[in-house]
């Protein structure tokens, strides 16, 4: 009887080791944040995914997150705890998991400051059923979130632009709208070939183009530039990004479409994070948001490369808004009807 109570204890024993082993090869995680972009002092959450890919549960997981000062945790965490260790939040999470079961935990955060930050990795810790031993496993992910810069001022900034783009109005920049068409003229050989209409040409045996109506469609470009003579404070810098989301935000509520051109060097990122085409709508804003948050405090090229490259990009007719740590080391190359400079160290 003895005999048989040890070999049960000592199997007992055996499929507890066997399942702690295991456990940590068949249990993965994964984490991020539910917005890439956000902004300062809003709450969000990053999600904790567990999933255990055993035929037998987990009786006790343990995840730990340590979050730099930057983040600020809110309440409301389930099953954890949270603690302040040398200005940095611990998260400890506690639960189980049933065989083959996903599981998904939130952790409500949020950041002050512009600028873009890494999250922490979490690190699990597994425990056998009778609570005797405990094994760690690291985990080295690579997740980031953005935050996007505050708005300034919106009602002086809605002043400057009312004026400038009433005046921009007057001036009743003319473009075609394509899906207005209204009848077909013979091809003068100055026409682009994307208004030739094929079947009309076919039909008369010459070339034909597309007649279209005009339309007022008032179209923008928004130029960040970084580039500065002065030696402007940090305080002046981040300003200027303020500035730009403020005009933004104010062309997106009045329905203006716009491009946008940025001369920062940016920190993290994929692909041409200098130019975001014309657009209106959350995803144009938020590409742009992106690109106002990774940017710093130095410029990646120079002022007259980032003009020249709109220009040509839109177009020398169009109105410009220029945004500018300060204004002394602009040079205009268009008119003043068509450019409006905000000097961020003025305002």
């Known amino acids: 009887m003895i005999a048989f109570f040890i070999i049960g204890i000592l199997l007992v024993l055996w499929v507890q080791d066997w399942m702690l082993e295991n456990t940590t090869e068949f249990v993965d995680i994964d984490f991020w944040p ?6 300062p002092k809003d709450v969000f959450n990053i999600v904790v995914e567990l999933e255990n890919k055993m035929s037998f549960p987990v009786y006790f997981i343990k995840v730990k997150m340590t979050f730099p000062q930057e983040f600020s945790v809110a309440p409301g965490v389930k099953n954890a705890s949270i603690r302040n260790i040398h200005n940095n939040s611990e998260v400890i999470i506690s639960t189980w998991l049933k065989s083959n079961q996903s599981l998904k935990m939130k ?9 873009r930050y890494y999250l922490p990795n979490p690190t699990l810790f597994f425990g056998d059923f009778l609570g005797l031993k405990e094994k760690r496993k690291d985990v080295s992910l690579f997740r980031e979130v953005v935050v996007a810069p505050e708005s300034y001022n919106t ?6 632009l009312g004026k400038f783009m009433g005046e921009y109005s007057v001036r009743r920049f003319i473009y075609e709208d394509p899906v207005l068409t209204v009848g077909f003229r013979e091809y003068s050989g100055r026409e682009p070939m994307k208004m030739i209409s094929w079947k009309q040409s076919a039909r008369r045996q010459q070339l034909m183009v597309k007649e279209y109506d005009h339309t007022i469609e008032p179209v923008l ?7 500065t003579t002065a030696e402007n404070s940090a305080q002046i810098m981040e300003k200027t990004y303020s500035v730009a989301r403020s005009v933004c935000s104010h062309l997106e509520s009045k329905g203006v479409s716009y491009g946008f051109y940025i001369n920062a060097q940016m920190v993290g990122g994929s692909g041409d994070l200098h130019f975001v085409d ?27 490369r980032l003009l020249d490259f709109a220009r040509k990009t839109s177009g020398s007719e169009r109105g410009l808004i220029i945004i500018t740590p300060d204004s002394s080391a602009i040079s205009r190359s268009a008119s003043d009807n068509q450019i409006l400079v905000l000097d961020a160290s003025a305002m």
């Open 278 to 304: 014309d657009g209106i709508g959350h995803h144009h804003f938020g590409k742009i948001m992106e690109r106002l948050g990774r940017g710093i405090y130095s410029h990646a090229f120079t002022y007259d």
């Open 155 to 160: 009602e002086e900034v809605k002043q400057v």
């Open 34 to 39: 539910e917005e890439n972009v956000i902004d």
């Open 107 to 115: 952790i409500p955060v949020s950041i002050e400051n512009r600028g």
């Open 221 to 227: 470009s928004v130029v960040v530039n970084m580039e």
